[in-house]
């Protein structure tokens, strides 16, 4: 059955659905290719040790608001894509010029320095690199000081967050198998490493054991009581029997117990994406497997409950072709792709590589949340179904239209790039968060959208999740027929600002304020523009002036 708060947005609906916001839902949503964008041939390349990874970073490199990205290769090169879409036209990119580095199976944008410009944390086959970011998108090797031991072990999955009185931010690297052991690869997993920092520097690694061939991990307050935990997502592949899925306490540093209510999982885990799709403020998850996808309600107090198939996000099978054997899941994400004020969910599908026992042609799927919480199939519809061996991927408004346009890293393959061209969508709200001090994107807080009639939206801003791939944000809100919205951040460390009115269908960047208020700019395409509001509830909402 479905938990209290899915139950209560179920009745909600069935009573008042227009009271709730959202758009009208009769238009089918619609994708254009525009892969042909790029100016060289992308892909995910490699032997066996390529077989996972397969990442893409999106971060913007220059602060002129336009998202850019940066793809994982493999085998082959990994390259950094810089936005040059103008507006209206069609989605483009230009190559820019990054270090080349060898086997990367994944990447991360965070700042590790508190200088206001995203780093990146890129995962390889071997020692993980960490660059440092100068601007104009424009990377270099972290300099020595900066302590960074990336390793030589095979990484395949990342997380970070900052913990409370660290000038800078907690690292947790997932290892897959130890290519080093002769006995392999089954049963011989890697070690997971913690990196925390000692002042403005990185201390020694510290070992996470036992390891089960992570292939995702995300630090998250799933709790909601300020004391985030780390959820790994692990490969029964290659841990066979004495593995499970794993959930570690940060302070003190310990793994969860039957005993504490963390109960034994075991699947083919490949990725992990979170977002509250209840309404109860609270962060579900989604864990990919080969099979079944699973869906979790959090239930409170670190508890979850796997969603009923009813549900429609187990995506086992294919939904096109005739191979009726299951699906093989790597990246998950939820975005609001027609801007209904309802989350929906995009899954990376395809082959290991030619594994008998699953499916072939495995086309990726976009499931679209209705009114009463299900999700349908529109995958085919969207015309996003492609076939090919897709690991990586990320949903972001690449043209700055307000819609969530898609990328995807396919494994031998060319990259997929797809402008979200859904007609009549509905209004929607993009946060940028910035704060004072090192976590200069406020990595932890949780914004919340209060709608018309009460219901509320709520993001968490976290790093880490997916395959191998993290986004760097805005954070994204659908609002329905919603034209003007109240706005609250809980910030980092617990302090929440008030209900703020803000008017749709625009980019903000969010800053606290004095005394709880929140400090509004909006942003165009050429980065912030102006302050244009720093109020509370009951002052008129933010239009920035003609």
Request: glycine share 14%.
């Amino acid at each position: 059955m479905f938990p209290p708060a899915r139950l209560a947005l179920l009745a909600a609906v069935s009573l008042a659905a227009a009271g709730l916001g959202l758009a009208d839902a009769a238009a089918e949503v619609a994708f254009v290719d525009r892969s042909k964008g790029l100016p060289h041939r992308q892909s995910y390349e490699g032997d066996w040790n390529h077989y996972v990874g397969g990442g893409v970073a999106v971060l913007d490199c220059d602060d002129d608001g336009r998202p850019d990205f940066y793809a994982a290769g493999g085998a082959a090169p990994s390259r950094l894509y810089v936005n040059t879409t103008e507006k209206g036209g069609p989605i483009t990119f230009a190559k820019a010029a990054v270090e080349d580095l060898a086997d990367v199976t994944g990447a991360y944008p965070l700042d590790v320095d508190g200088d206001d410009v995203l780093d990146l944390v890129v995962l390889t086959d071997g020692p993980n690199v960490l660059l440092r970011g100068e601007g104009g998108c424009r990377f270099s090797r972290a300099p020595a000081d900066w302590g960074f031991d990336g390793g030589r072990e095979w990484t395949t999955a990342f997380t970070a967050t900052f913990e409370r009185g660290q000038a800078w931010p907690t690292l947790v690297f997932g290892s897959y198998v130890d290519r080093t052991d002769p006995k392999g690869p089954f049963e011989v997993c890697d070690r997971n490493w913690l990196v925390r920092p000692d002042g403005r520097r990185f201390g020694a690694r510290r070992p996470l054991e036992p390891g089960f061939c992570a292939l995702s991990m995300l630090i998250s307050d799933w709790r909601r009581n300020g004391e985030p935990d780390l959820r790994i997502s692990n490969d029964r592949q290659y841990y066979v029997r004495k593995g499970r899925e794993q959930m570690w306490h940060l302070d003190p540093l310990a793994e969860y117990t039957e005993a504490e209510g963390w109960p034994t999982l075991k699947l083919w885990g490949m990725g992990i994406a979170s977002r509250d799709i209840t309404g109860d403020g609270l962060p579900e998850v989604m864990l990919t497997s080969m099979g079944d996808q699973l869906l979790q309600y959090n239930q409170g107090g670190g508890r979850m409950k796997d969603a009923p198939y009813s549900v429609g996000s187990y995506a086992t099978t294919p939904y096109s072709g005739d191979d009726g054997r299951p699906s093989t899941g790597w990246h998950a994400e939820f975005g609001d792709v027609d801007n209904d004020g309802r989350d929906d969910l995009f899954i990376a599908k395809g082959n290991v590589e030619q594994m008998p026992s699953n499916a072939i042609h495995d086309p990726n799927n976009l499931l679209m949340q209705t009114a009463d919480g299900r999700f349908v199939e529109k995958g085919g519809v969207a015309g996003i179904g492609t076939t090919e061996r897709s690991r990586g991927a990320a949903l972001t408004d690449l043209d700055g239209d307000g819609r969530l346009d898609l990328l995807v890293v396919n494994r031998r393959a060319p990259f997929e790039i797809w402008q979200n061209a859904t007609p009549g969508t509905g209004h929607w709200l993009a946060a940028d968060l910035r704060a004072p001090g090192p976590n200069s994107r406020a990595v932890g807080a949780f914004v919340e959208v209060r709608l018309p009639g009460g219901r509320v939206l709520t993001q968490e801003h976290t790093v880490g999740g997916g395959h191998a791939s993290g986004d760097a944000g805005p954070l994204h809100f659908g609002l329905g027929t919603a034209d003007a919205v109240d706005l609250r951040v809980t910030w980092p460390g617990g302090t929440a600002s008030a209900w703020t009115p803000v008017a749709a269908d625009r980019v903000l960047r969010v800053s606290p304020g004095a005394e709880g208020i929140l400090s509004i700019a909006e942003t165009g395409v050429e980065g912030a523009d102006s302050v244009v509001h720093a109020g509370a509830e009951g002052a008129p909402p933010v239009a920035k002036e003609p």
